[in-house]
């Protein structure tokens, strides 16, 4: 779901807002010299308003384009959020003692956690997945990635 919405945010969300905003200014400042030419008289009152007109529609598109951009930014955000909050969640309903877990129920929260381990001809082991960090570096920070860290 979070790859879903990070897709609708297209390739560049703070360039494509950017480009609205730029589109704005440009707007404001067509605005500004339409007045001028009417004030100097070289436009006449039907001109100007046809041209207001048109300027205040793209103006409204680029607005709407703004709020668009921002919605997807901020669904994005409480998506991130509400992943956060589940993945807490269920690692709160792990049991004290996974020694007292099937392998089958052991193997589904592992699952749950994505944790991976992977064990080397060497004899090191590399980890990594979503876990609650209890002591070490992680301590106190709570749930989150654990990077992949090998260790002999």
């Known amino acids: 779901m979070i790859e879903e919405q990070r897709g609708s945010l297209r390739s560049d969300p703070e360039g494509e807002a950017?480009?609205?905003?730029?589109r704005l200014a440009a707007l404001d400042r067509k605005r500004g010299g339409y007045l001028d030419l009417a004030a100097e008289g070289l436009m006449d009152r039907d001109e100007l308003r046809a041209k207001l007109a048109e300027l205040q529609e793209d103006r409204e598109t680029a607005?709407?384009?703004?709020?668009?951009?921002?919605?997807r930014r901020e669904r994005l955000k409480q998506v991130e959020r509400d992943r956060d909050t589940v993945i807490e969640?269920?690692?709160?309903?792990?049991?004290?003692?996974?020694?007292?877990?099937s392998p089958e129920e052991?193997?589904?929260?592992?699952?749950?956690?994505?944790?991976?381990?992977?064990?080397?001809?060497?004899?090191?082991?590399?980890?990594?997945?979503?876990?609650?960090?209890?002591?070490?570096?992680?301590?106190?920070?709570g749930?989150?990635?654990?990077?992949?860290?090998?260790?002999?």
């Open 89 to 101: 969640h269920y690692a709160g309903m792990v049991p004290e003692s996974l020694d007292d877990l």
């Open 63 to 71: 607005e709407r384009e703004i709020a668009t951009i921002e919605g």
């Open 18 to 22: 950017k480009a609205w905003f730029e």
């Open 106 to 141: 052991r193997h589904q929260i592992y699952k749950m956690l994505r944790l991976e381990v992977l064990a080397y001809p060497d004899k090191s082991l590399e980890v990594s997945g979503a876990i609650l960090a209890e002591g070490g570096e992680n301590e106190g920070r």
């Open 143 to 152: 749930l989150g990635v654990l990077e992949p860290t090998r260790r002999p």
